[in-house]
Every structure is written in C-alpha cells, then in structure tokens.
C-alpha cells in the first residue's frame, strides 16, 4: 500500500496518492470530512516514537504539536537529508548531523542550541512505534468516541441562566431539537438553499419553492414568504399583540411564553418548508398555525414547572396563561 500510493517518503499525515482512486483513497479522505466538523485526525491521533525508523525528524509531529521542520526553517535548509528519519539522528541520546555547511548564522546557530536541548535526552528503543487515540482511555480508535466529539462541538449547551450578552434564551420549556434550530438561525446555520450554495454544495435553484419570487434565504423562509408571513399575523392576531410592540412585549413577565410560541413558529415554519420542498406535502398557513398553537401548548403543560395551564385559556389568551 506505500507503494502504491507513494507514500514512504511523505510525512504520517500525508495518507493518500489522490490520482490513484481505491478504497484506501475514501478511507483517508474521511480525514478531510473529520476536519470540516473540527475534529482534525492528527488533534486526537498521536504517535509514540520508539524505535525512530519510520519517523521523519523534520516533517512529522513526534515532538510536541508542530513538525521540527516549521520550529527550525533554518536548519532545515542546512540539512542535507529533508526526508530523514528520528533514528538517523538520534543516536543515544546525542544527535548526528549532516549539514550541508555548519550552522554559521546568529540564528542558524540560535536554533541548533535549542532543538539539542529540546532532543537531548530523547532515548529510542527497539519498540514499533504506536499510534494512540487520545480520545479513549485506553488508548483505542473508537468510533463512538469520534461521534460524541462530533456531537459535543456541533451541540450547543445551554447557556447559563441571565448570561447580559446571551444571544438566544434557551427555553426549558421546550424540546432541545426546536431551541437548537433557534440557535442554528441565529448564527447563520440553517441550511436553506442560500446557505448550500454558499457551502459549496450543489443545489438546483436558490429561489424559494412556496412563492417563486426571493432568494431561498433562512430570513424569507422564516419570515418574510408570504406563508410565514401569514403564519406569523395569525399568531400576533391569536396573542394579542402588534408587531411594532413586539419587542416591548419581549421584555414583560409573559415574554417567556411568547418566546416558546415564537420558537415554536420558527420551526414549524421549517417543517412546513421541508415537507413542501422534500415530500411534495402542502400545508396551509392555519393548520401550521393551529399546529403551533397544539404544540406549544403541549410543550408548555408537560415541561414547565407548576404548570395548570388549561387549553380554553390558552386558546383565548395564551400569555395570560401561567
Ligand atoms: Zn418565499
């Protein structure tokens, strides 16, 4: 397989020849999948240099989180062998040199002292050396260590209450998936046929599919299409209130409950696009509206503390409701 894809004289992270195609080619390119989600295979994947016979001395990370190569640029031009390895250098715990010309320099000769203290000292063995997953205890690849990596960066953890600068509330109130998608639209993650595109991934047209006319964005999609926009006038109608008072009402002792039933607006609206998108399914904008206030109401009655609220009230004046 180094043969093949050329790879004895390239560093450990360098995994594939891409002109040859393979299944070896799909497995390493998982590396680049694992770096768009953060989770870069050489942050959790490290090596333990024993023996030192197929570790680069310059161009791998055996010591410490960057290659010798990028710490000492000068030496590395000096030395004759780019592609040496730890065992051509280290014999002993003293090093062996092949300079093209003795490091001469103020700086050349500033590196020298302090890459030989920083080896000086470093024992090889006779060991094979070993590849650790930092993830695990003990040590192993495990592929559910790398989902939940995954699952911790991609989820965010609710805010601490009364945090001043706190961009979203994060609502007990209702389901972790809903105050994620809030999250997700308040930073700019939700995938709308803009936001692909600009990620690169192809889709066939950005105009939204319910009224033809805009940019499939997730600002006209959760407020400006005229079908959100329907929605949103039903729920301002049903507690209430007016648009131009909206934020004042935000700030008041009910605002908990109006935010839950904005939340819920919010993502019901995204389903009601996906499902006209995706499954050819038409909802009106009252039955997503009475969706939301079924929803709501649920998710208020069963999740918040102390909570009597009774449906007759809730359908008449939902922010009265405790
Ligand atoms: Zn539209």
Redesign the pocket.
């Known amino acids: 397989m180094r043969g093949i894809h050329n790879i004895y004289n390239k560093p450990d992270d360098y995994l594939s020849k891409k002109s040859i195609l393979g299944v070896w080619n799909s497995i390493a390119g998982i590396r680049l999948e694992l770096t768009k989600f953060g989770v870069p295979s050489d942050s959790f994947m490290k090596k333990k240099t024993n023996s030192g016979t197929d570790t680069m001395f310059w161009r791998d990370k055996w010591l410490g989180e960057r290659t010798l190569k990028e710490i000492f640029s000068n030496l590395y031009l000096l030395d004759k062998t780019k592609n040496c390895r730890v065992a051509n250098i280290i014999d002993r715990g003293t090093a062996r040199w092949d300079w093209k010309q003795p490091p001469a320099t103020p700086t050349q000769v500033h590196e020298l002292a302090n890459i030989t203290s920083l080896i000086v000292g470093f024992h090889l063995n006779s060991d094979p050396n070993v590849w650790k997953c930092t993830l695990a205890e003990d040590g192993r690849f495990h592929v559910n260590e790398i989902r939940r990596r995954i699952d911790q960066l991609s989820t965010p953890t609710p805010p601490p209450p009364h945090t001043p600068a706190s961009p979203i509330v994060w609502l007990m109130e209702i389901p972790i998936k809903v105050n994620c998608f809030v999250w997700r639209d308040n930073v700019g993650r939700v995938p709308s046929a803009v936001a692909l595109i600009r990620r690169g991934i192809p889709v066939d047209s950005t105009i ?7 940019e ?1 964005d997730s600002k ?2 959760l407020f ?5 926009r329907t929605v949103w006038r039903w729920i301002m109608t049903w507690c209430s209130i007016q648009f131009p008072c909206f934020q004042s009402q935000l700030l008041k002792k009910r605002r908990h409950t109006l935010l839950s039933i904005c939340y819920g607006a919010l993502w019901w609206i995204w389903r009601a696009r996906n499902e006209r998108i995706f499954n050819s399914q038409h909802n009106s904008p009252a039955k997503v509206a009475d969706t939301i206030q079924a929803q709501v109401f649920s998710w208020i009655k069963y999740r918040r503390k102390q909570c009597n609220i009774k449906w007759v009230d809730w359908y008449t004046r939902p922010l009265n409701c405790n």
Do not use: N
């Open positions: 939204c599919k319910g009224c033809r006319t805009e499939d006209h999609i400006d299409c005229p079908f959100a």
